[in-house]
C-alpha cells in the first residue's frame, strides 16, 4: 500500500534562514505527489504539485520540491523563510486506484523565530 | 480563483444527534471527497463520490455516514448518530478528471460533540 512519511514532527528556524522539509514515500511507480500547507483554523492550500517530467518544481509563496526516485523523496525548500510561513505542511500522494484519493503523511509543523 | 465552500465552519452537536455537514465543490469538478482531522493528527480519507455514487471508502466510514449530492451541486456528509469521538475538522475536497489533477479543499467544518 502506498504511504507518506515525514519524519520531522516541528521544524524551528529563524526568519530568513532557509528550510527543507522532508518526506518519503513508498510506491513503486512514478507517484503524483504534493504539498499542501494549512494555517491554524485554515483548510488545505496547495502550494505545488509533481506529475512527471522536470524533477525540480516550483510553486507558490516561494517554495520549490525535488522529486528524487533514487531516495523516495520529495523534500520542500524555500532559500529565505517569512514570518508568515510558520503552519503546518504536508505532503501527500495520490492513491493510484479509482478513487484517486490522497494519502497524506503526519505533517511537520513549522515555527519561526523572529 | 474557483473556491470549494463548507458550511458550517463550525458544528457543535449533542452525541446522538444527527449532523449534516454540506459542501458546495467547483463547478466542473467530478471528483469529490471528505476527509478528516482529529485534532493534532493527521488527514484522513473517508470517502470519495464519483458518478453519482461512492467509488472508494474507508474503514472509518461505517453506516453511520452517509453522501449524497441530493440536487446536482451541493455534496452532503451526513452522521446519523454521533459520537463523542466524531469530533474533528472534516473537509470537503474535489478534483476534475483524472489522477493529476490536484484536489481543491474547502476551509473545513471543526465539529464538536458534547
Known amino acids: 500500500a502506498q504511504s507518506v512519511t515525514q519524519p520531522d514532527i516541528h521544524i524551528t528556524v529563524s526568519e530568513g534562514a532557509s528550510l527543507e522539509l522532508r518526506c518519503n514515500y513508498s510506491y513503486g511507480a512514478t507517484p503524483y505527489l504534493f504539498w499542501y500547507v494549512q494555517s491554524p483554523g485554515q483548510g488545505l492550500q496547495l502550494l505545488l504539485k509533481?506529475?512527471?517530467?522536470?524533477?525540480l518544481v516550483q510553486g507558490t509563496k516561494g517554495f520549490e520540491a525535488e522529486f528524487k526516485r533514487s531516495q523516495s523523496s520529495f523534500n520542500l525548500r524555500k532559500p529565505s523563510v517569512h514570518w508568515s510561513d510558520a503552519a503546518e505542511y504536508f505532503c501527500a500522494v495520490v492513491s493510484m486506484d479509482s478513487s484517486y484519493k490522497l494519502i497524506f503523511g503526519s505533517g511537520t509543523r513549522l515555527l519561526v523565530r523572529p | 480563483e474557483p473556491e470549494v465552500t463548507q458550511t458550517p465552519s463550525h458544528q457543535v452537536t449533542q452525541m446522538g444527534q444527527e449532523v449534516i455537514l454540506r459542501c458546495v465543490p467547483i463547478s466542473n469538478h467530478l471528483y469529490f471527497y471528505w476527509y478528516r482531522q482529529i485534532l493534532g493528527q493527521k488527514v484522513e480519507f473517508l470517502v470519495s463520490?464519483?458518478?453519482?455514487?461512492?467509488?472508494?471508502k474507508s474503514e472509518i466510514f461505517d453506516d453511520q455516514f452517509s453522501v449524497e449530492r441530493p440536487d446536482g451541486s451541493n455534496f452532503t456528509l451526513k452522521i446519523r448518530s454521533t459520537k463523542l469521538e466524531d469530533s474533528a475538522m472534516y473537509f470537503c475536497a474535489t478534483g476534475s478528471w483524472g489522477e493529476n489533477q490536484p484536489q481543491h479543499f474547502g476551509d473545513g467544518t471543526r465539529l464538536s460533540i458534547l
Open positions: 463520490f464519483y458518478n453519482n455514487e461512492i467509488s472508494e
Open positions: 509533481y506529475f512527471s517530467g522536470d524533477t
